[in-house]
């Protein structure tokens, strides 16, 4: 495996794909597109919380303090800010989050996660693991489990690299390093 590169290289823009990438491209961009989609299906049938609602609470369990600037949160929920002003109008009327003023910016909006909230996160996380097991996990032989642990490990140091990565993420994402089980709000998902 080759180490990704520090920065976007345009070097090679307009070269076509080689066999092998044109083979693995097609199944990817499937996997990118219709992962979230079959993950949003089974959340919502079997919680009644989108996955866009399930991310936005994840992302505030790992933010200090449960906190986060409205802004932020909608690039690591990976949605528009309009669409977050909604998905948090939904959650604060479930009770699963507070929008507040920002102590630094009058012009900001914080979003917190409450009680309520982390307990709408802790229900839903085992819907998550669930699926990400059957759609993913169990597709994979034990014996390529860490392997593909260090290709998503290359691909998201490749986004960093891009600047591609939301800072609201990071938290949620590490390193790269392996998390036990008491560590990280990540293991939460």
Same mark, same amino acid.
């Given at each position: 495996?080759?180490?990704?590169?520090?920065?976007?290289?345009?070097?090679?823009?307009?070269?076509?794909?080689?066999?092998?990438?044109?083979s693995?491209?097609v199944?990817l $961009?499937?996997?990118?597109?219709?992962?979230?989609? =079959?993950?949003? =299906?089974?959340?919502?049938?079997?919680? &009644?919380?989108?996955?866009?609602?399930?991310?936005?609470?994840?992302?505030?369990?790992?933010?200090? &303090?449960?906190?986060?600037?409205?802004?932020? $949160?909608a /690039? =690591?929920?990976?949605?528009?800010?309009?669409?977050?002003?909604?998905?948090?109008?939904?959650?604060?009327?479930?009770?699963?989050?507070?929008r507040?003023?920002? #102590?630094?910016?009058?012009?900001?909006?914080?979003?917190?996660?409450?009680?309520? *909230?982390?307990?709408?996160?802790?229900? =839903?996380? #085992?819907?998550?693991?669930?699926a990400?097991?059957?759609?993913?996990?169990?597709?994979?032989?034990?014996?390529?489990? /860490?392997g593909?642990?260090?290709?998503?490990d290359?691909?998201?140091?490749?986004?960093?690299?891009?600047?591609?990565?939301?800072?609201?993420?990071?938290?949620?994402? *590490?390193? *790269?390093?392996?998390?036990?089980?008491? &560590?990280? &709000?990540?293991?939460?998902?």
């Amino acid at each position: 495996m080759t180490s990704p590169k520090a920065a976007y290289d345009s070097s090679s823009v307009g070269l076509p794909l080689s066999r092998e990438e044109k083979s693995v491209s097609v199944p990817l $961009l499937g996997v990118v597109m219709l992962l979230p989609r =079959a993950l949003d =299906a089974r959340l919502q049938r079997e919680t &009644g919380h989108s996955l866009h609602e399930y991310q936005v609470l994840l992302w505030l369990s790992v933010s200090e &303090g449960g906190r986060q600037h409205m802004t932020a $949160l909608a /690039e =690591a929920a990976h949605v528009t800010p309009s669409h977050l002003s909604r998905l948090a109008a939904r959650l604060e009327r479930r009770g699963a989050l507070k929008r507040l003023p920002s #102590p630094d910016d009058a012009r900001s909006v914080l979003a917190e996660l409450t009680d309520t *909230g982390r307990q709408l996160l802790a229900e =839903a996380a #085992p819907v998550y693991r669930a699926a990400l097991r059957q759609l993913v996990f169990d597709q994979l032989p034990e014996s390529d489990m /860490e392997g593909f642990g260090r290709l998503n490990d290359s691909v998201l140091a490749a986004l960093r690299a891009n600047g591609t990565v939301p800072t609201a993420m990071e938290p949620a994402l *590490g390193n *790269g390093t392996k998390v036990d089980e008491a &560590g990280s &709000g990540a293991q939460r998902l």
